[in-house]
Nanobody, 126 residues
Framework: QVQLVESGGGLVQPGGSLRLSCAAS????????MGWFRHASGKEREFVAS????????YYADSVRGRFTISRDNANATVYLLMNSLKPEDTAIYYC???????????????????WGQGTQVTVSS
């Protein structure tokens, strides 16, 4: 069983930045591709970004490409999401997720992920 704990959410003004962190309990963190998803009120959960186990490959939703950056620190079993130029429509609960794999993959598919965190609230408002 892998536990994922997100942190770093909060209230930020439009145009501002936040960095989310997701700490994993697994000593086999390198065996997981990681992803960030978000769930806004009244909407379905949507994919945000994914990173391969090595960190060499990344993939972003069109809505965040060029503004958000996903990265990981395998030595400290942590994945990050740096969010710049935030917009009110980025307001949501953000979840990190882990997908067990031996391949160099990134995936936006929810069903590919085996473990999920509890989420952290991000609110973009003036």
């Amino acid at each position: 069983q892998v536990q994922l704990v997100e942190s770093g959410g909060g209230l930020v003004q439009p145009g501002g930045s936040l960095r989310l962190s997701c700490a994993a309990s697994a000593h086999t963190f390198r065996s997981y591709a990681m992803g960030w998803f978000r769930h806004a009120s009244g909407k379905e959960r949507e994919f945000v970004a994914s990173i391969s186990w090595s960190g060499r490959s990344t993939y972003y939703a069109d809505s965040v490409r060029g503004r958000f950056t996903i990265s990981r620190d395998n030595a400290n079993a942590t994945v990050y999401l740096l969010m710049n130029s935030l917009k009110p429509e980025d307001t949501a609960i953000y979840y990190c997720a882990g997908a067990r794999t031996v391949y160099e993959i990134v995936t936006p598919r929810t069903v590919s992920y085996d473990y999920w965190g509890q989420g952290t609230q991000v609110t973009v408002s003036s």
